[in-house]
């Protein structure tokens, strides 16, 4: 016999964690998923960023702390998962957001640079969850979001190594979902459009890099918007909090690759 949930998107009295929490996308999601009621353990490769961030968690009336955390480490990432759980007694929602970009053809690409990416973005995502479980599984409750990209589904020129990683993600993430799916734990993989963080915005994001001769950097960022997406409009960090409230919400959502890309991607 099923059992009726009404989905009620008050995350009160859960303690969310999430990674590269300190700017962009990451903090976008911390701050929806505070608003939306939950307590927010920050964790970031760069504490100070990630500190900064705690104060405006706190200005929502939520409580919040800073954590530091090399995904790519297995012994970082589960002292970090430890103290999370020590500091608030538990983890209910994981947002495993830490992620970086980088430009490159295949036939140019550095061994060591495609090692960097898949290391940050598709093992720290195994890592985090792996950890994540052993703390979820206490309470037989867990709500694990993953974040991967509309590279994920679609392939960019000189972007090979990410959206491999990208790729891996969303594999990973529908295998585990299947793996807990008996265990109250629910596990999705958001996929960001294009969103204008610092991966896609400034001379160094890959607006600025992929500007034509003669083109401003916002000339690049408003073309690409307008070619790339039916909307003809980006994405905010905003639009990825509300979709990670949902996520962290939904009994029966799990396995999905869920894009919030102004309809780019199947």
């Given amino acids: 016999m099923s059992t009726t949930h ?18 962009g996308i990451g903090l976008g999601i911390a701050l929806s998923l505070a608003k939306a ?3 927010v353990a920050l964790a970031d490769f760069d504490i100070s960023i990630a ?13 919040a702390a800073a954590f530091q955390v090399d995904v790519s480490q297995h012994e970082s990432v589960n002292r970090m998962i ?28 550095a061994v060591s640079e495609w090692d960097r990416i898949m290391n940050i973005n598709a093992k720290g995502v195994f890592l985090c969850c792996q950890a994540e479980l052993r703390i979820m ?5 867990g709500r694990i979001i993953n974040i991967a990209s509309i590279a994920g589904k679609v392939g960019f020129p000189d972007l090979s ?32 459009g294009i969103v204008g ?16 001769p003669g083109e401003t950097e916002a000339q690049s960022w408003e073309r690409h918007q307008s070619s790339l997406l039916p909307q003809g409009e980006a994405q905010t960090v905003e639009d990825m909090g509300q979709l990670a409230v949902y996520l962290a919400s939904a009994p029966h959502m799990t396995g999905q690759a869920v894009a919030c890309d102004g309809g780019f991607s199947l």
């Fill in 6 to 23: 009404t989905l009620d998107f008050s995350l009160a009295g859960k303690v969310a964690l999430v990674t590269g929490s300190g700017r």
């Fill in 37 to 39: 009621g939950a307590d």
């Fill in 51 to 63: 500190q900064e961030a705690v104060a405006k968690i706190r200005a929502l009336g939520r409580n």
């Fill in 82 to 109: 430890d103290q999370v759980a020590k500091h608030f007694g538990g983890l209910d929602i994981a947002v495993n957001n830490a992620g970086v970009v980088s430009l490159g053809k295949v036939e140019e690409l």
């Fill in 137 to 141: 599984r206490q309470r037989q409750f």
């Fill in 161 to 192: 190594h990410y959206s491999a990683s990208k790729f891996a993600v969303i594999g990973f993430t529908n295998a585990f979902a299947k793996e807990v799916a008996r265990e109250g734990i629910t596990v999705n993989a958001l996929c960001p």
């Fill in 197 to 212: 963080t610092g991966m896609w915005r400034g001379d160094e994001g890959l607006s600025g890099r992929w500007s034509l």
